[in-house]
């Protein structure tokens, strides 16, 4: 019930192009879905978040979709640029829980010019 | 740049060896974490100190001490490490509470030997 599903593992797509991480989470408690963005050899900085009131927010070319129903959230990265080749990390917590955060496997993004 | 700095970048140890991680933060948060991450993995939460006490332990082995000396500094000491303990360490922090963004540092890369 603690999970994050997150796919793909691992994505390519075309400089210009949509890219379309998804997650899934059993847990219905959990109230805060952050995405981080990791570049290698650094440390995981925060995309953009969303609560579950709410069931899309957008921040420039990236975008949150979340569906509540189906326990599902998304992040959209739209006209990707070869410099969003990162791995992506969606996660979920709970209000109660002091900021623990349950991540999902990651996404290898990879943006080909 | 992250406003959480850990200092060392690298470091390697033997296994008989005692080390310690350092870890500062300046915006003023009272919570901080210790998150361990191993290659192509999604980081796992370690420890959480709020308000510079102890708050969650993940069952890390003792071989892992966390301190906290004062609000903005947390230390993890290392001693009798395994080879399994060769990773990215992290340290972030947020305000008090869930549902807060948390920041991550670079992370400290360790290697036992």
């Known amino acids: 019930q603690q999970q994050v599903k997150q796919s793909p593992q691992s994505l390519i797509v075309q400089k210009g192009g949509i890219s379309i991480i998804n997650c899934a989470y059993e847990?219905?408690?959990?109230?805060?879905f952050p995405w981080y963005q990791q570049f290698p050899g650094k440390g995981p900085a925060l995309l953009i978040a969303i609560r579950p009131d709410v069931s899309e927010k957008k921040e420039g070319r990236f975008t949150i979709s979340f569906n509540k129903s189906a326990k599902q959230f998304s992040l959209h990265i739209m006209d990707s640029q070869p410099g969003d080749s990162a791995t992506y990390f969606c996660?979920?917590?709970?209000?109660?829980?002091?900021?623990?955060?349950?991540f999902g496997q990651g996404t290898e993004l990879s943006v080909k010019p | 740049d992250t406003e959480v700095t850990q200092t060392p970048k690298h470091l390697v140890m033997g296994m008989t060896n005692k080390k310690s991680l350092k870890c500062e933060q300046h915006?003023?948060?009272?919570?901080m974490y210790w998150y361990k991450q191993k290659a192509k993995k999604p980081p796992e939460l370690m420890f959480v100190?709020?308000?510079?006490?102890?708050?969650i332990n993940e069952s890390v082995p003792s071989r892992f001490s966390p301190e906290c000396p004062n609000s903005s500094l947390l230390n993890l000491h290392l001693h009798a490490l395994q080879p399994e303990d060769s990773a990215l360490y992290l340290c972030?922090?947020?305000?008090?509470?869930?549902?807060?963004?948390?920041?991550f540092g670079e992370g400290s890369w360790l290697t036992v030997v």
């Open positions: 847990n219905t408690a959990f109230d805060y």
């Open positions: 972030a922090s947020s305000q008090e509470g869930g549902g807060n963004t948390i920041y």
């Open positions: 996660a979920a917590s709970k209000w109660n829980q002091g900021g623990k955060l349950i």
């Open positions: 915006m003023g948060h009272r919570a």
């Open positions: 100190y709020s308000y510079e006490k102890l708050s």
